[in-house]
């Protein structure tokens, strides 16, 4: 009879409920990665208006110094915004983390349950083998006294015919 465990559906659902965090997860980490090249890029944008606003007529350095502000002001706002996507992720990394914690639990218990299983399956095994031993000894026994009786008998058979 093969091991069955009896918690495998809640075992599965656990499994499930932490694959799908772990997708909440890896969709917070891109979301993190998009913000973080934002900001890269945007961080581009300031070193070339810087070097495009040297290299230009000085009458055009009021647009470029309210253009350096907007970027300035947009750098700002991603990195807002890049500081929530991170508590975020932390959140749903703690979730995952708690996750995992009820898959090990289940699976731990399943491991351990088989175990049991199998010793008491051994035990089973040993006490059939052990009966079977028990019933050969007991026939080879009374084969054995049956052989004496018989040697006996013949023997008093000698001593009466001698």
Do not use: W
Not at 83 to 112: C, M, S, Y
Not at 136 to 148: G, L
């Amino acid at each position: 009879m093969p091991f069955k465990y009896r918690l495998q559906q809640f075992l599965e659902i656990r499994i499930n409920k932490r694959d799908e965090q772990l997708q909440v997860v890896q969709k917070c980490q891109e979301e993190v990665f998009r913000i973080e090249g934002l900001i890269a890029q945007n961080n581009q944008n300031i070193q070339d208006t810087r070097i495009n606003m040297r290299k230009s007529d000085p009458r055009m350095y009021d647009g470029f110094d309210k253009f350096l502000k907007h970027l300035y002001e947009e750098g700002e706002k991603l990195e807002v915004q890049k500081q929530n996507a991170l508590n975020i992720l932390h959140k749903e990394e703690e979730t995952l983390r708690q996750r995992e914690k009820e898959v090990n639990v289940l699976e731990k218990h399943k491991e351990h349950k088989k175990e049991e299983f199998l010793y008491e399956e051994k035990m089973r095994e040993l006490k059939n083998l052990n009966e079977i031993g028990s019933q050969k000894h007991f026939m080879r026994s009374r084969e054995a006294a049956y052989e004496a009786e018989i040697e006996e008998m013949l023997m008093k058979n000698k001593e009466k015919n001698h």
